[in-house]
């Protein structure tokens, strides 16, 4: 039997049902329709019921989803009931918003290890997590079985540091360097270019 693929922009779409979910989970709502669920994010129900059905049959008829059940299913679904360790390279003021975010936490993902290639910097704390050198990046990632690595550093050192990290094991890349990055099919890239959504802005507001 063929396996289902799940669309890009269903599994994108994913982590935003989650937020609204978890919303809706701390005002007490236990039932929420796919028409309601639609409404609250900005497509339409059946969208809503055909993203849900890829993972399983989650609402009742006339009835709609049960808040807190379908944020659990869908908490599994994300990966987000497992914690994962993960190493951001890059101890700039961008990392350092990004170690200081506390919600990251919430959703299983610890920043624990913090890399910089500045003599100045490493040994010292950042957010409260040591600098590690570079250097040892690949040792600590396979030491601790590290999955997921961010990377906060120019755009032509990118490359080379997603390969050591690909190299030492991680299956995950965030990337906020302002380059995209060729990695091999399996790894999972995601691209934060921030530039690229400013500029974006200021070509519509230049249209008006």
């Known amino acids: 039997m063929k396996k289902t693929i799940t669309p890009t922009t269903t599994i994108e779409r994913l982590p935003i049902y989650y937020r609204c979910l978890q919303r809706l989970n701390k005002m007490n709502v236990d039932i929420i329709s796919s028409q309601e669920l639609g409404d609250k994010i900005g497509i339409p129900s059946t969208q809503v019921r055909k993203d849900l059905s890829y993972y399983g049959e989650f609402g009742r008829r006339g009835v709609g ?9 869908l908490r599994k679904i994300l990966g987000l009931d497992q914690v994962w360790e993960v190493a951001l390279v890059g101890a700039g003021n961008l990392g350092h918003a990004l ?11 610890k920043i624990d290890y913090v890399f910089d290639a500045d003599p100045n910097k490493i040994g010292k704390k950042f957010a409260g997590l040591k600098i590690h050198d570079v250097s040892k990046l690949q040792e600590v990632v396979k030491e601790n079985g590290i999955k997921v690595g961010i990377i906060v550093v120019p755009a032509e050192h990118a490359q080379s540091i997603a390969d050591d990290l690909i190299d030492a094991g991680v299956e995950a890349l965030w990337n906020f360097a302002p380059t995209h990055l060729k990695v091999p099919q399996e790894i999972e890239l995601k691209d934060e270019d921030l530039s690229i959504g400013l500029i974006s802005l200021a070509y519509h507001l230049s249209q008006d």
């Open 65 to 73: 989803y049960e808040v807190p059940v379908l944020l659990k299913h």
């Open 99 to 109: 170690v200081n975010y506390g919600g990251f936490r919430k959703l299983g993902l």
